[in-house]
Nanobody, 120 residues
Framework: QVQLVESGGGLVQAGGSLRLSCAAS????????MGWYRQAPGKQRELVAR???????NYADSVKGRFTISRDNAKNTVYLQMNSLKPEDTAVYYC??????????????WGQGTQVTVSS
């Protein structure tokens, strides 16, 4: 079984920074892409940022210039550096990985979520 373990959430004042980490463990043959999604109360889950195995990235318009996604392929870990945080960034942040596991099929995995709260 593959697990995604997230860390780094918390409470921060507006304008502050947080860094999220997500490590994938288990039998993994390859990882196509890793990313972060978020879900605020009463809203749908939305893509925040995504990075492919080749290093290509894409970001939600609302976080461009403030958030940076990066990846350590050797550690199967993805990071999200969040700067200039705003109250509207408050949400549960979920790590996502599209990877080939022990079945050799490509599957979509999710972390358990980490709360990010930005106070005004």
């Amino acid at each position: 079984q593959v697990q995604l373990v997230e860390s780094g959430g918390g409470l921060v004042q507006a304008g502050g920074s947080l860094r999220l980490s997500c490590a994938a463990s288990g039998i993994i043959f390859s990882i196509n892409a890793m990313g972060w999604y978020r879900q605020a109360p009463g809203k749908q889950r939305e893509l925040v940022a995504r990075i492919t195995s080749g290093g290509s990235t894409n970001y939600a318009d609302s976080v461009k210039g403030r958030f940076t996604i990066s990846r350590d392929n050797a550690k199967n870990t993805v990071y999200l550096q969040m700067n200039s945080l705003k109250p509207e960034d408050t949400a549960v942040y979920y790590c996502n990985a599209v990877l080939s596991d022990s079945t050799r099929f490509t599957r979509n995995y999710w972390g358990q979520g980490t709360q990010v709260t930005v106070s005004s």
